[in-house]
C-alpha cells in the first residue's frame, strides 16, 4: 500500500481516533526504547557472565592438562639420565615398576560412588602404556619385553617434547621424548589421561573447579582438545567416541590458531580475523559448531605444541533462563500499558470528544439544508466556542461567495466546451506520431542493449585484441592483459611479435598472413610468451573486418586459454610412456623404440644390441629395508645406468628392479658391435657394484646382466627382451654379478625348467607329491626316528629327483605351500605313529625351507598345527641348514626361540659345508648337529674329511648337542663313525628312502 493511501485513510479518521493514536505512538515508541536498552544490557551482561564462566572452566582445565604434561616431560628426562647412566637390567626394572604402578585405583577415585553405580565411565586406569629406549631403529630396552628387539618404524613429531596421540596397535599413546646420546627415551602415556583431565576425573580438578562446573551446566555443555589439524586427541563430552576421528567446532580452533585475543564482537561471532599484539592466550564468543547449531565457548591454546582446549554449549539452552525472564517483563508491560489506555480514553471522551461532536452536528445540518443562514448555537467560552463563533463568520461570507461563483461558473463552463472540442482534435492527430516515436526508440534501445551484453561475455570469456592491416594493437580487453601480463599502454602501438615465443617457425605466421589478408578466417593453437618469460597456449581465431570493397582493414582475434589442457596431455603423455618413479621410459615405449631400431636397421645394415639388467638380492633389501628404501635404490641406478651410454642409445625400466638398455646403431660388423656391448655392460657392472648412501646407511649391490644382439627382423621385439633375460637368467646361474650373452641352448634349458615349474603348481593340487621316510638308528641299531624325504610321483616322468625340483619350488615361492603341506603331513603321521608302541617313541625329522622360516606367520602356522594334530613337539623335529642363517641371524634366532619354546627340535642339516660363523652357531637353540653324507662318504680314504668328522664331534661334545650322521652305507663307515663318538647314523647301510608302508613294514622287520 502506497503512502498516499496510508495518508488518506489517517485524514478520514476520527479525532478521537487521531488523537488517540498520536499519544499511543508516543507512549509506545518511549516504552519500547526503555524495555529494548534494558534487554540489551541485560542480554550482555548474561553473556558476558556465561563466556566468563566458560572462560574459568577452561584455564582449570588448562592447567590440569599442563601439569600432566611438565610432569610427563620431567619423567622422560629423568629416565634418560637414568638409561645413559644404569646398566640395562636396572633400567628395565625402573621402567617395569612405573608402567605397573602409575595407575588410578577405584578407592582413591573422587567419584568412587557414581563409577560403582555406573552413571560415570573412566576411559583409563592406567598412566603409561609402555617406556622404550631407541637407538639406530631398534627398541633396545622396554618396559614390556616383548618389544625389546622390535624395529621402531614410527614416524612421530616430538619437536615440542611430545606427539600427538597415535595408536600403538590398539592403545592410543601420548609420547613424550628425551634424547639419549645417539638414540631416543620414549614414555608412552594412554592418551586416554588426556580425556581423564578434561573431563574432571583425575587430579584436583574433580574435587574443585571441575565437579563445580560439571554439575552446573547443560546437556549440550561440551569440553575437548583438538590438534593443529582440529583432529580431536580427548574424547569429546557431548559427542563420546568421535576419539582420534571427529572434528571440533571450527572458528574456535581456527582463531586460537590465529593468536587472537577475548574477540566477542557485538554481532556474537568470532572475529577470525582479529591479531593479538600483547598478552593473547585465550578467544571466547558465539559461533556455529560441529552439529551446525550455534554455540558460545571459550578456546585456549598450548602453544608448544598447537593444542587447542575448547569448552562450548549451545547458545540457546545456555541463555534460555534469560529469555523467559524477558517474555515475563513483556507480558506484564502489556498487561500494564492496556490499563493505561483504557483509562486516558475515558477520559479524553468527556473532555474533548463530546464538544467536538456537538458542533460536527451543527455543521452536518448547515450541510443538509445548504443554508449558511442559520448560525450555530454557542454554548461555551473555551476553545470549542471560539471555533463555532469563527465558523458562523465563514458561513456568512460563503454565502455571499457562493452566489457571485455560481454566475461565474456557468459563463466559464462555455468557454471550455469550445477549448475541449479543438484539444480533441490536436489529440487525435499526435497520438500517430507519438506511437511511431516510441516503437523506434524501442528497437534502437534493444539493439545497443544487445550489442552491450555480447560485448561483456566477450570480454568475460574470451582474450580479444584488434589490429590494422599493418599488425598494430589498436585494443586489447582485460583478459588480454592478465594473460600476457602487459599493461594496455605497453601492449597498443605495439605488435604481437612482442608476444612471439619461439615455439613456431616461421612459416607458421606467413601461412597465417596469407589467409587472413585474402579475407578468409583462420584458427589455430598458438604459443605465446608472458612478459615474465612464462609460456601459455591460446585457441585462436582471427577474423577481418571488411571495408565495402571487400578488403581487410582491421583484424579481430578472439582466442581461449588452453594451457591446461596443453598441461594435461603433456602430464597424460608422461605417464603413458615413461616411469613415474625414475622418469625412464617404461615398456611401451622401450617396445616402441625397439621396433623403430629394427626397422631401421634393415636400411642401414647396423646391428645392436638389448641389455637386460637385474639388481642381485633387491627384495632382500624391500624386505628388510623397506620400500622407500628400495625406491631410492632404483632412483640411483638410473643415474648411473644413463652415465653408461651415449645420448642416442635408451635406458628404460620395465619394472621392480629390471632395468634394460637398447644399444642402437653399433657397427655394421657383429663382432665389433658385440664388443661395444660387452664394454658397456662392464662399465654397468663396476658403476652399480660401487657403495650407495641410501637413508644415511651404505648399501652394495651387484647387478646380473643378460645381452641379447640383433640386427635384421629375424626376431621380433617380444623375443629380443625374451632373449636378453634368458642371458640375464644364465648370469644369475653363474653366481650373479656376471654378464651373459644369449646361448640358445640356454633358452631350451629354460624352456625345460619352466616346465617342470608349471607342473610343480599343479603336483600338489593333484596330490602328486608324497613323503617317502628314512630311518635313523643308534649305536645299538634301534630306531629312533626318521627323515620326512619330499618325493614327486609324476604320471608321465615318473619319480622326479627333489635336486631338480627343490630348487624351483624355492625360486618360484611354491616352497611355502608344499612345505606347509609336508609339515600338515608329518604332524598326522607322528599322531598316527601315537597308537602303536612300535612307533610311538620315533621321532621324526622335516626340512624347512629358508623362505619358510622367513615367514611372519610361520611360527604361528607350526603352534596351529602342534594344537591341531595334538602331537608331543618332542616328536617334531625341524632341519635347517648353514646358508640359512648366513643372512638376517637374529631374526633366524628370534623365529627358532619362538618354535623351541613350543617344545619343537632342531637339527642344523649338511653341518661343516657352510660357512656359518661359530659365534652364532652357538647363539642358536639347536639340539643336534648332522654330519653331511659328502664328509662320511670320504672318511675311510680321505684324511681331511676323518680331520672335519672329528672336529664336528668334538664341537657338538663340547656344546652339549646330539650328533648324527647321514649318507652312511656301509659297515665300516659306521665303525669308525662309533669309534670317534657318533652314536647315531642314517643312510643306505640301514634303509634308503621308502614309501610309508614300506617304511613300516621295515620297522616291523627289524
Not at 568412587?112 to 622404550?132: C, F, L, M
Not at 623403430?596 to 642381485?616: C, E, M, T
Not at 644413463?642 to 629390471?658: F, I, N, Q, W, Y
Request: hydrophobic share 40%; with cysteine.
Amino acid at each position: 500500500m502506497t503512502a498516499g493511501r496510508w495518508f488518506a485513510k489517517w485524514r478520514n479518521l476520527s479525532i478521537k481516533w487521531k488523537v488517540f493514536l498520536l499519544s499511543a505512538g508516543v507512549f509506545g515508541l518511549s516504552l519500547t526504547a526503555g524495555f529494548a536498552y534494558f534487554t540489551y544490557q541485560s542480554y550482555w551482561l548474561n553473556v558476558q557472565t556465561a563466556l566468563g564462566g566458560l572462560m574459568n572452566f577452561t584455564d582449570a582445565k588448562q592447567q590440569g592438562v599442563i601439569r600432566f604434561i611438565d610432569q610427563n616431560e620431567k619423567l622422560a628426562k629423568q629416565l634418560a639420565h637414568l638409561v645413559a647412566q644404569a646398566d640395562e637390567t636396572a633400567v628395565r626394572s625402573q621402567l617395569k615398576e612405573i608402567v605397573a604402578t602409575d595407575v588410578f585405583r577405584l578407592d582413591e577415585h573422587p567419584f568412587k560412588d557414581e563409577i560403582i553405580a555406573g552413571t560415570r565411565k573412566i576411559p583409563t586406569w592406567a598412566v603409561y602404556h609402555a617406556i622404550d629406549y631407541v637407538t639406530d631403529g631398534v627398541i633396545r630396552i622396554s618396559s614390556d619385553p616383548k618389544r625389546e628387539g622390535a624395529a621402531w618404524t614410527k614416524q612421530i613429531d616430538t619437536r615440542s617434547g611430545y606427539s600427538d596421540p597415535w595408536y600403538d596397535g590398539t592403545v592410543p599413546v601420548l609420547t613424550f621424548a628425551a634424547p639419549v646420546g645417539a638414540g631416543m627415551l620414549y614414555v608412552h602415556a594412554d592418551a586416554r589421561m588426556l580425556s581423564n583431565i578434561v573431563s574432571g576425573e583425575i587430579g584436583n580438578l574433580a574435587g574443585d573447579m571441575g565437579a563445580y562446573y560439571l554439575a552446573g551446566v547443560g546437556k549440550s555443555f561440551d569440553y575437548y582438545i583438538v590438534n593443529k589439524e582440529n583432529l580431536l586427541i580427548t574424547e569429546s563430552h557431548a559427542r563420546p567416541g568421535q576419539f582420534l576421528k571427529g572434528q571440533g567446532s571450527e572458528l574456535p580452533w581456527r582463531t586460537t590458531l590465529q593468536q587472537a585475543g577475548v574477540i566477542c564482537s557485538k554481532g556474537g561471532v568470532y572475529a577470525t580475523n582479529a591479531k593479538c599484539t600483547t598478552g593473547c592466550r585465550e578467544a571466547m564468543g558465539f559461533y556455529t559448531g560441529v552439529d551446525g547449531k550455534q554455540k558460545i565457548g571459550a578456546s585456549m591454546p598450548f602453544y608448544d605444541s598447537s593444542w587447542t582446549l575448547v569448552v562450548e554449549q549451545d547458545a540457546n539452552e545456555l541463555l534460555m533462563p534469560m529469555w523467559i525472564m524477558f517474555a515475563e517483563q513483556l507480558g506484564m508491560l502489556l498487561v500494564i500499558s492496556i490499563l493505561a489506555i483504557y483509562l486516558y480514553l475515558r477520559l479524553q471522551d468527556r473532555a474533548i470528544i463530546h464538544p467536538i461532536l456537538k458542533l460536527q452536528q451543527a455543521i452536518e445540518e448547515i450541510e443538509r439544508t445548504q443554508d449558511f443562514s442559520h448560525p450555530i448555537k454557542i454554548e461555551s467560552q473555551d476553545e470549542f466556542g471560539v471555533i463555532a463563533n469563527s465558523f458562523n463568520r465563514m458561513s456568512s461570507n460563503l454565502d455571499s461567495i457562493y452566489q457571485h461563483l455560481e454566475a461565474r461558473v456557468t459563463e466559464r463552463t462555455q468557454e471550455l466546451e469550445i477549448l475541449n472540442q479543438q484539444i480533441r482534435a490536436n489529440l487525435l492527430a499526435s497520438k500517430e506520431s507519438q506511437k511511431m516515436l516510441q516503437e523506434s526508440e524501442e528497437k534502437s534501445r534493444r539493439a545497443m542493449m544487445e550489442l552491450q551484453l555480447q560485448k561483456l561475455a566477450l570480454d568475460e570469456h574470451a582474450i580479444v585484441s584488434i589490429t590494422d592491416v599493418t599488425g598494430t594493437i589498436i585494443y586489447v580487453n582485460d583478459r588480454f592483459c592478465q594473460i600476457s601480463q602487459y599493461s594496455s599502454e605497453e601492449l597498443l602501438g605495439n605488435n604481437h611479435r612482442l608476444l612471439k615465443s619461439g615455439h613456431h617457425p616461421k612459416e607458421f605466421f606467413k601461412e597465417m598472413f596469407r589467409v587472413i589478408t585474402h579475407g578468409n578466417v583462420w584458427h589455430n593453437e598458438v604459443c605465446n610468451r608472458a612478459k615474465d618469460g612464462s609460456l601459455y597456449w591460446l585457441d585462436m581465431t582471427v577474423v577481418p573486418f571488411k571495408d565495402e570493397h571487400g578488403k581487410p582493414y582491421q583484424y579481430i582475434a578472439i582466442r581461449t586459454d588452453i594451457t591446461a589442457r596443453k598441461k594435461s596431455e603433456q602430464d597424460i603423455q608422461q605417464l603413458a610412456y615413461y616411469d613415474p618413479l625414475t622418469q625412464l621410459p617404461n615398456r611401451r615405449l622401450l617396445m616402441d623404440r625397439l621396433q623403430h631400431s629394427l626397422s631401421a636397421n634393415i636400411r642401414n645394415a647396423k646391428h645392436g644390441a638389448v641389455v637386460f639388467i637385474d639388481l642381485d638380492n633387491f627384495k632382500s633389501l624391500n624386505d628388510t629395508k623397506g620400500h622407500a628404501v628400495g625406491d631410492l635404490l632404483l632412483v640411483e641406478v638410473a643415474v648411473r645406468l644413463k652415465s653408461c651410454v651415449r645420448e642416442e642409445d635408451t635406458v628404460a625400466r620395465l619394472g621392480g628392479d629390471e632395468f634394460v638398455l637398447l644399444l642402437e646403431n653399433l657397427s655394421t660388423s657383429h663382432n665389433e658391435a658385440a664388443a661395444h656391448a660387452e664394454r658397456v655392460a662392464e662399465k654397468i657392472l663396476c658403476e652399480l657394484g660401487r657403495p650407495y648412501s641410501l637413508s644415511d646407511d651404505e648399501h652394495h649391490s651387484t647387478p646380473s646382466i643378460g645381452v641379447a644382439m640383433y640386427c635384421d627382423h629375424s626376431v621380433d621385439v617380444h623375443e629380443l627382451i625374451k632373449q636378453a633375460d634368458i642371458a640375464m637368467y644364465q648370469a644369475k646361474s653363474a653366481g650373479r654379478n656376471a654378464v651373459r650373452f644369449y646361448d640358445p641352448l640356454t633358452r631350451a634349458v629354460l624352456n625345460a625348467r619352466n616346465q617342470l615349474e608349471q607342473g610343480l603348481h599343479l603336483a600338489l593340487a593333484r596330490q602328486q607329491l608324497q613323503l617317502y621316510y628314512q630311518v635313523q638308528v643308534n649305536q645299538d641299531h634301534q630306531s629312533i626316528g626318521a627323515e620326512a624325504l619330499l618325493r614327486w610321483i609324476h604320471p608321465e616322468m615318473g619319480v622326479i629327483s627333489p635336486l631338480q625340483f627343490i630348487p624351483v619350488a624355492e625360486e618360484s615361492g611354491l616352497i611355502v605351500p608344499i612345505g606347509y603341506w609336508v609339515l600338515q603331513t608329518a604332524c598326522a603321521q607322528l599322531k598316527q605313529w601315537e597308537s602303536n608302541a612300535l612307533t610311538r617313541d620315533l621321532v621324526l625329522s622335516v626340512n624347512v625351507s629358508v623362505r619358510q622360516l622367513r615367514e611372519t606367520m610361520f611360527v604361528w602356522q607350526v603352534k596351529e598345527l602342534l594344537e591341531q594334530s595334538g602331537i608331543n613337539p618332542a616328536h617334531l623335529k625341524l632341519e635347517i641348514t648353514e646358508s640359512m642363517i648366513a643372512d638376517n641371524v637374529d631374526s633366524t634366532i628370534s623365529t627358532m626361540s619362538q618354535l623351541k619354546s613350543l617344545g619343537v627340535k632342531f637339527s642344523m642339516d649338511d653341518f661343516g659345508t657352510g660357512y656359518s660363523s661359530l659365534s652364532n652357531i652357538k647363539r642358536l637353540p639347536l639340539d643336534q648337529l648332522k654330519i653331511d653324507q659328502s664328509f662320511v662318504r670320504g672318511i675311510l680314504h680321505d684324511e681331511f674329511d676323518r680331520a672335519i668328522v672329528r672336529t664336528i664331534i668334538a664341537m657338538a661334545s663340547s656344546l652339549d648337542l646330539d650328533i648324527i650322521a647321514e649318507g652312511v652305507e656301509v659297515e665300516e663307515q659306521r665303525h669308525l663313525l662309533a669309534r670317534k663318538g657318533c652314536t647315531n647314523y642314517q643312510g643306505y647301510l640301514f634303509g634308503k628312502p621308502l614309501p610309508l608302508a614300506e617304511f613300516e613294514q621295515l620297522l616291523r622287520a627289524r
